[in-house]
Every structure is written in C-alpha cells, then in structure tokens.
C-alpha cells in the first residue's frame, strides 16, 4: 500500500538511504548503540556506551553475559537510532555488521583515550583519566558492513 509522505502518519513515508558521510557523522554524534550478539542457539541485546573513530566503535564493559558471549561468537551487530522528539516522524538508524575484539596491553590506551575524548566533548569538561577496576573489559567493534536509512521531515 503505497503512502503519501506529505499525510502519512508519523512515521510512515519513504526511508532514504543515508550516505557513508552522513552515516559517519551520525555514529560521531551519537553515544548509546545497541549492541547484538548470539552464541550456543541465544540472541543477546543490549545498550552500550561507545565512540567511533571512523572504522570502529570502542566500549568499556564488565565481565558478564555478554562478554562470555561475544568471546564465544566475536560477530555481531550494532545499532544506533534517534528519533524526533515533537512527534513529527523524522528518524535516523545505522545498522553494522562487525567483528568484536576484547582490548589488551597497549592497546587499551587509545581505545580509553577515544572514549575519554568524545565524552569530555559531550560534557563540556575533561573526563579524568581512572584505572580501569577488575573485570573492567575493553571492546573494539571493527564494522565491516554499514547502512543507513532516515525519514526528514
């Protein structure tokens, strides 16, 4: 059933695809994706904070379902939405395919200082630098396959 985008409902209308740019700036401004993984026959959903540096995403996390998971089956999917405020039907979403892998040695700085960037950005202030607690694990998404979709109004 074909709609009219100028009297769907909110919501409704044709999606355009977002270009590779604008998927870029949208994970760069975004903080809170929802991170998709499955092991042993189970599907595991859930909220992550993170920052993108343009290939990746990076979070902090705890030892858990989760990690036990991705350490089991290291693909999985991200998604990140935003949707309108005032009720007007206006949405962005990303989905990415990627490969998770758990951050060791050296490796852990950047990945911490990217966060770090990106949250003192986002709060106006410098976030100190803490040492991370045990069963603190740190992640890399490498995303291998991204696309996106918006409804503008």
Request: hydrophobic residues 40%; contains cysteine.
């Amino acid at each position: 059933m074909a709609s009219d985008p100028q009297t769907a409902p909110p919501g409704q209308g044709a999606p355009r695809e977002l270009d590779r740019s604008e998927i870029d700036a949208f994970l760069r401004a975004q903080r809170v994706a929802r991170l998709g993984c499955h092991a042993d026959g189970e599907t595991y959903v859930v909220p992550v904070i993170y920052a993108y540096d343009g290939s990746s995403v990076v979070a902090v996390t705890t030892e858990g379902r989760k990690v036990r998971m991705l350490r089991a089956n290291p693909r999985v999917c991200v998604e990140v939405d935003e949707y309108d405020a005032d009720g007007r039907g206006s949405w962005r979403s990303v989905i990415a395919q990627g490969v998770c892998e758990e951050l060791e040695g050296e490796a852990i700085a950047p990945a911490l200082d990217l966060l770090r960037e990106r949250f003192s950005r986002a709060a106006g202030r410098a976030a100190e630098a803490r040492p991370l607690g045990p069963g603190v694990v740190v992640l890399r998404i490498r995303l291998v396959e991204l696309s996106g979709r918006a409804v503008d109004r």
